[in-house]
């Protein structure tokens, strides 16, 4: 169990002391220079289909598709909190439950720069985890549970550059939190067609019910070879 003594303790609170929020702003804006420069250099090439699902192609729910993310971002989440509490830079018992209590009283809180750093690791392996399983199945483990789908145009499959895209805007909706923006991005995927969050609208992507999308076609099987071909010639006793 964590305590409040020894080096470690002092180490955060000389952190926490020292960062005034510049180093935090200054990391956040690299992870948005992060995100929009690979969004930039993966813009679709080509002419741009307009965006439509087949007939029968069910969306997913909002809720489900919530609940899809949080029960992916548990784990991570747990993970990284873990490392971090337990290094020399996080802060002992007492010290979390005392930013616990800022943040429910809504007190007025800066972490310091390495909580931020913390968080940021946690939100990269995030897109790295989501961007993996969705080119590799269609969807993340939480996808799979709810029978969700991630789809492209056609309800096909998404290339590697739309799985990236739609993750990488995770980070900037993540962010956006804390600020007027939060209810913008929130509204995003209830006022579009096909319930698209920012991230989909950029990747060309949409989340759908798993169940309701078609098997593909297989393709049609040879010709049957003739009869004269296939068996002997029946009043030949030799054949």
Do not use: H
């Amino acid at each position: 169990m964590l305590t409040p003594t020894g080096p470690r303790v002092d180490e955060f609170e000389k952190l926490a002391a020292e960062d005034k929020g510049d180093g935090f702003f200054t990391l956040m804006w690299m992870v948005m220079l992060a995100v929009f420069v690979p969004m930039m250099l993966l813009r679709p090439r080509g002419e741009i289909r307009p965006f439509v699902l087949p007939d029968g192609v069910r969306l997913g729910g909002l809720g489900l598709r919530l609940l899809a993310a949080i029960i992916d971002l548990l784990p991570i989440d747990l993970l990284v909190c873990i490392v971090y509490m337990n290094s020399p830079w996080g802060p002992s018992e007492e010290q979390f439950r005392q930013m616990i209590r800022r943040m429910v009283e809504e007190q007025k809180f800066q972490p310091p720069l390495s909580m931020a750093v913390a968080g940021v690791v946690m939100l990269m392996l995030f897109v790295i985890y989501g961007t993996i399983m969705e080119y590799r199945t269609g969807a993340t483990l939480g996808k799979r549970l709810l029978r969700l789908r991630v789809v492209g145009i056609g309800a096909e499959r998404p290339d590697l550059r739309q799985c990236l895209l739609r993750n990488l805007l995770k980070l900037v909706e993540l962010m956006a939190l804390e600020s007027p923006l939060f209810f913008l991005v929130m509204l995003i995927p209830i006022m579009t067609r096909y319930r698209q969050r920012l991230g989909d609208l950029i990747a060309r992507t949409t989340v759908v019910d798993a169940n309701s999308i078609l098997p593909p076609i297989p393709p049609p099987l040879p010709p049957a070879p003739p009869p004269d071909q296939d068996k002997g010639d029946d009043n030949n006793p030799f054949a």
